[in-house]
């Protein structure tokens, strides 16, 4: 089961996430959800270029941890495997210019001008 959840900040970063769980019951559970928040304003505010390294990154409200080992404490609360499969991450305020191109699989992060 996939879900896809999201997060803006201040108007000027977006970020799409899409998450999954073996079952639809894990991802209708308080704890799915907040994890689902809580990854992509993690994204917003860290900027990671792919799942591989937003897994190794301490998670924003928790220094303490890497968003893996979050995972894998989700994972264990719901006995169920939940993994980030890919995100898209947007900035208005960079000074890049945007893709030409869509976001291409497993994580991109893109940055477009107002």
Known sequence: ?????????????GVLVELSAESDYATQTD?????????AMHIAASTPL????LLEQSFVKEP??????????????LRERVSVVRF???DTESMQPA???????PAVAMRSQA
């Not at 896809?4 to 970063?13: A, K, L």
């Not at 704890?31 to 990854?39: E, Q, R």
């Not at 893709?99 to 699989?105: A, D, F, V």
Request: net charge positive; hydrophobic share 40%.
């Open 64 to 77: 303490t941890c890497s968003v893996g080992q979050l995972l894998a404490k989700v994972s264990s609360s």
């Open 99 to 105: 893709q030409p191109e869509p976001p291409k699989s």
């Open 88 to 90: 898209v991450r947007w």
């Open 50 to 53: 792919s799942v591989a390294s």
């Open 31 to 39: 704890v799915f959800k907040t994890l689902a928040k809580d990854i």
């Open 1 to 13: 089961m996939h879900v896809i959840d999201s997060y803006v900040h201040n108007g000027r970063v």
